[in-house]
């Protein structure tokens, strides 16, 4: 009985080294590698590192280099695994039809960008392929996306005149790029009381 018992002591050991489940991560569409964070993440489960990479890269090559995936890999207990890719997230359209690279620092108190009803809904039937997302409706997930634009401190509008919103993009760089100076000299005014 104690050979047994040391048996499946050992068993158990083994099987505890192996993380099962869902492994949760954004990775850059094509840029998939061994390095870290991605490489330390699927070593923690057991999975090739390198047969993953190039499985993803190769199921990612007809996207543009770069854009973020929110990927779900479900991870087996004999070590194989499935990779379901999302399209990208919601912020980065948004962002991306603002025209903008970051959200406002005071949001509610400034302006980072706008976008239309229509950028609203083109990006809602994209996201609306997502399997968490199928669920939902299309006005659902307007208004999903309406609530995460206004986080970012986007305005939404019914129409947008380009030339003027060309002057408020150059009118916003100037405002970011003083927000930007003033966070580093805060971050080195903190480092010399610390220092």
Do not use: W
Not at 74 to 90: F, M, N, Q, T, W
């Amino acid at each position: 009985m104690s050979k047994l018992g040391s048996r499946l002591k050992s068993m158990k050991k083994t099987v505890e080294k192996v993380q099962h489940g869902i492994l949760r991560t954004n990775i850059p569409a094509g840029m998939a590698a061994a390095g870290p964070p991605l490489g330390p993440m699927l070593g923690q489960r057991g999975i090739n590192i390198a047969a993953f990479c190039k499985d993803f890269n190769e199921r990612t090559k007809d996207i543009k280099e770069g854009i973020p995936l929110p990927t779900r890999v479900y991870v087996h207990p004999d070590r194989s695994y499935e990779i379901e890719i999302y399209k990208p997230p919601a912020i980065y359209f948004l962002k991306q039809a603002a025209g903008i690279q970051r959200g406002a620092m005071k949001v509610g108190h400034e302006v980072s960008g706008k976008i239309t009803l229509k950028h609203i809904y083109e990006i809602a039937k994209i996201k609306i392929e997502d399997p968490p997302l199928q669920i939902r409706t299309l006005e659902g997930i307007c208004l999903m996306l309406c609530g995460i634009a206004r986080s970012l401190g986007l305005e939404v509008v019914k129409n947008l005149d380009a030339k003027e919103y060309g002057e408020f993009l150059k009118e916003r760089a100037a405002i970011v790029e003083q927000q930007k100076k003033e966070l580093q000299e805060k971050k080195e005014a903190k480092m010399l009381r610390t220092g």
